[in-house]
């Protein structure tokens, strides 16, 4: 079978006619047919085949006036329309190849270089002159004045865009591989033309920079090149160009006005620069393409657009920045205020118009946007779905939230901190609460997840402390709230509304609006039952009862209150008794301080008596361990206390519990000075050992003293040892701090006397000489252990001495049985008189 022969190796073999095909006779019409021919030819403008071209083309090519012969020939040729049409047919057939080839010769010549627009004008502007002035004259009827047109423009767009396309394509393919850059430029001029490029660029420097009515040379302005360009069919690209350059210019007036700036409007600037920078030169090209008169409200539409735009590339901008806003509010208010005006606005041309009778026109005037020469693309393009954008905003926020903070290096208190500005945040952005209820979902599942999540809830909604709760919105949320039956009547008043409106097509299908917008019911809905905050709460609660010094428990009642009308006021009943258990200690407390023997010194002794069964969240916790002996002064006050106590409530009996509770303690010294401390009973105890002896006591002997374990009294100590109370002579030996004045003076300030107050006498040996002489070289040995008592106890006397080093100095290192007192006391002098040691009201201390 045959292969079907292409049109275009026909018209190869067989070219198409011409007007040169004519006939040549000399009849009458023929005459006619000639001279009207020899009127058209040339069939191209002749400057524009010369070589130096650019120099022709200053003075524009036209066919000179017919005479009135061969005006007469005109019309005997072109009589009807049969004939025009098939002479539009022969003309175009004449000069396409002329047409083609002056264009390949023109890429050619120039193919090094980049074109301007400059150029490519002249060309079309000398072609389209021309032919204007041919065609000025033959009187075609409107049928064949189209055809004609047509056959012209599309010879324009066929050379200026599609062969220039592929000769740009083919050139590349020739070269091989090409450089970075030069690869970059091919592939651009595949996309788009030089031509268009070059028109781009012209557009961008005369519309947006410079003003339209300044020409860029003697009498060519940009009037002139939208005129000329519209003449061709040329009109759509301009548009597009127009549209692509004023997106451009929005895009990078966005990009820099408005990154990172979130504390103050915008919208308002940016409303402005499109009024006042884009749209005017926009308009000017609308006004030219457009088939029509343009009214008002087709103005105001293009305008809204541009806008529509300038605010879909403002929500692009916060959508990337959305974490960053968030984590700023309540300082980015402004900026999420404007994002939910740009997502919350729909497409309403009539935003613009102002005349009354325009909202019953708005079907034509849409209709009319997409035939004013394709500018139905900025249409498109204004027109982006805001369901879209919002689950564009849920995914961003979500994935910067696992980069950012859903990890396990996160702080909880800046998780629920980012939870709460979250909440707020996103009410703004949607009041309906669809969007929250989407990107709060694994921020709860991540809460859920960490262990410390009810204290810190807890304590952040108790603490009403800005200094010292890093969550004080939440105690300000609690403050503010309304009661559970007030919400609960509002939510019945919202259901009865007859303004009711559906949720948003967007929300999940367990959405309800409300159930993530109030803070704290949030947070406390992320586990199944309120019990674990209610145990929390009453732990707390308990402890903060048991620190009151005066019984008052108004500002717990307060808290309670507030607890209550958020979780139900049954949910509190253990927290209830506590609180009365101690508003009735404090009257019994009145009654047994009346009967008491000791009435005088029952003034500074206060009891909280607890209901055993109802403080689980303090009785539970105690053991064995929390059993000690306390002083006797204390005891007996206790004993008598118990004995009263028995007298008001008949058949009950209290039992002492020595680890709860305050003991305010001042502690006066030699000097006469004093220091105050409020400290557990337990440390209390152990002080009040060193005041009954005087001399140095062991963690053993305390211990056994008190029956407490070792644990229990080593940090007793070490509590007593950091505030400069006591001295720590061994890991297991203790003292009082208390010699001289300027010893008390270092107490009295709370600081220590030296800071190698703790370092061994071994390491103290290598910081400094010893002092050495015959007679008492048997003594060296004592100088590291001697020096380091006094810069703790600052002085001592011999004896005292003596007695110390006997007990920190191990028995392999120094035999004291070999030495007398009177030796000890000779070496101290001699060390005096070695100004090692100076003597000060007869006790002895290192010298300055």
């Not at 006498?761 to 008492?776: L, Q, V």
């Amino acid at each position: 079978m045959t292969p079907p022969t292409s049109s275009y190796i026909i018209s190869w073999v067989i070219p198409a006619p011409t007007l040169s095909d004519l006939s040549g006779s000399s009849t009458d019409i023929d005459n006619d047919i000639d001279l009207m021919l020899n009127y058209l030819q040339p069939y191209f403008p002749p400057s524009l085949l010369q070589q130096n071209w650019r120099q022709a083309n200053k003075m524009m090519d036209k066919v000179a006036d017919p005479s009135q012969r061969i005006r007469a020939a005109i019309r005997s040729c072109l009589k009807d329309d049969a004939n025009q049409l098939e002479f539009v047919r022969l003309y175009q057939n004449s000069i396409n190849a002329q047409f083609n080839g002056f264009f390949d010769r023109f890429y050619e010549k120039n193919s090094g270089q980049e074109l301007t627009f400059l150029d490519y004008f002249y060309v079309i502007k000398t072609i389209t002159t021309y032919y204007n002035s041919s065609l000025m004259f033959l009187n075609l009827s409107p049928l064949a004045r189209d055809l004609c047109t047509r056959n012209f423009n599309s010879l324009f767009y066929n050379n200026l865009i599609i062969r220039q396309k592929h000769f740009y394509r083919n050139r590349r393919q020739n070269q091989g591989s090409l450089p970075q850059q030069q690869e970059q430029y091919s592939r651009d001029s595949i996309e788009s033309s030089p031509f268009l490029r070059s028109l781009s660029t012209f557009l961008d420097e005369y519309l947006f920079k410079k003003a339209l009515t300044r020409p860029f040379s003697g009498t060519v302005n940009v009037i002139d090149v939208l005129s000329t360009l519209i003449s061709i069919n040329m009109i759509k690209d301009v548009n597009q160009l127009l549209i692509q350059l004023s997106i451009q210019k929005i895009k990078q007036f966005i990009l820099s006005n408005c990154s990172g700036i979130w504390d103050r409007p915008l919208l308002e600037s940016i409303n402005e620069f499109i009024q006042n920078e884009i749209y005017p030169n926009f308009s000017v090209i609308v006004s030219y393409s457009a088939d029509t008169n343009l009214t008002d409200s087709i103005n105001n539409v293009y305008l809204y657009d541009l806008i529509k735009i300038a605010h879909d590339e403002l929500v692009s901008l916060r959508i990337k920045e959305i974490y960053s806003i968030i984590s700023e509010y309540p300082r980015s208010t402004d900026g999420l205020y404007e994002l939910y005006q740009c997502l919350s606005t729909k497409f309403n041309h009539h935003h613009y118009n102002q005349t009354p009778d325009q909202s019953t026109h708005s079907t034509n005037v849409i209709n009319d946007i997409t035939n004013l020469s394709n500018f139905s693309y900025l249409a498109n393009y204004s027109l982006k779905s805001q369901a879209y954008q919002r689950a564009k905003l849920v995914d961003t926020f979500i994935e910067l939230c696992y980069k950012n903070l859903l990890h396990s290096g996160a702080n909880t208190v800046d998780v629920i901190t980012t939870y709460t500005k979250t909440i707020k945040s996103f009410l703004i952005v949607d009041p309906k609460g669809v969007l929250l209820d989407k990107v709060v979902r694994p921020i709860r599942r991540y809460l859920k997840t960490r262990e410390d999540i009810i204290i810190k809830i807890v304590h952040g909604l108790l603490n009403d402390s800005p200094s010292s709760n890093e969550l004080i919105e939440l105690a300000r949320e609690l403050r503010k709230m309304e009661s559970k039956s007030n919400r609960n009547n509002s939510i019945v008043e919202d259901s009865l509304d007859l303004n009711w409106i559906p949720d948003p097509i967007d929300a999940l299908p367990d959405f309800k609006k409300g159930k993530v917008s109030d803070i704290i019911e949030s947070l406390i809905s992320i586990f199944d039952s309120n019990e674990i905050f209610i145990e929390e709460f009453t732990k707390l609660f308990g402890q903060r009862l048991l620190d009151l010094h005066n019984y008052d428990v108004s500002d717990i009642e307060e808290h309670l209150d507030l607890l209550k009308s958020r979780f139900g006021k049954n949910e509190f009943t253990t927290l209830d008794i506590m609180i009365r258990d101690i508003k009735e200690s404090r009257v019994i407390n009145e009654i047994v301080r009346s009967n008491s023997r000791h009435s005088s010194e029952s003034v500074n002794f206060h009891t909280s008596i607890l209901s055993h069964l109802y403080w689980p969240s303090v009785l539970d916790s105690l053991s064995e361990n929390d059993t000690f002996n306390l002083p006797s002064t204390v005891s007996s006050r206790f004993e008598d206390f118990n004995e009263n106590f028995s007298i008001q409530k008949k058949g009950r009996y209290l039992k002492f519990l020595p680890s709860i509770g305050l003991v305010k303690l001042n502690l006066e010294f030699k000097n006469k000075t004093s220091r105050s401390f409020e400290v557990t009973p337990d440390k209390a105890a152990i002080l009040s050992l060193f005041n009954e002896k005087s001399e140095e006591l062991s963690v053993d002997f305390i211990a056994k003293q008190l029956n407490m374990t070792s644990y229990m009294v080593s940090k007793g100590l070490s509590f007593w040892v950091k505030e400069g109370i006591l001295l720590e002579l061994t890991k297991t030996l203790y003292i009082v701090n208390e010699d001289d004045e300027e010893e008390e003076e270092g107490i009295v300030q709370g600081l220590p006397f030296s800071q190698s107050g703790t370092t061994t006498a071994a390491n103290s040996a290598t910081s400094e000489s010893i002092p050495s002489s015959g007679k008492f070289k048997e003594f060296e040995n004592l100088w590291p252990y001697l020096r380091t008592m006094l810069e703790n106890i600052s002085s001592l006397s011999s004896e005292r001495v003596m007695t110390l080093l006997k007990l920190t100095i191990p028995k392999e290192k120094f035999n004291f049985s070999a030495i007398k007192d009177s030796q000890l006391e000779d070496y101290l002098d001699w060390l005096v008189d070695e100004e090692k040691l100076e003597i000060v009201h007869g006790s002895y201390k290192l010298k300055k």
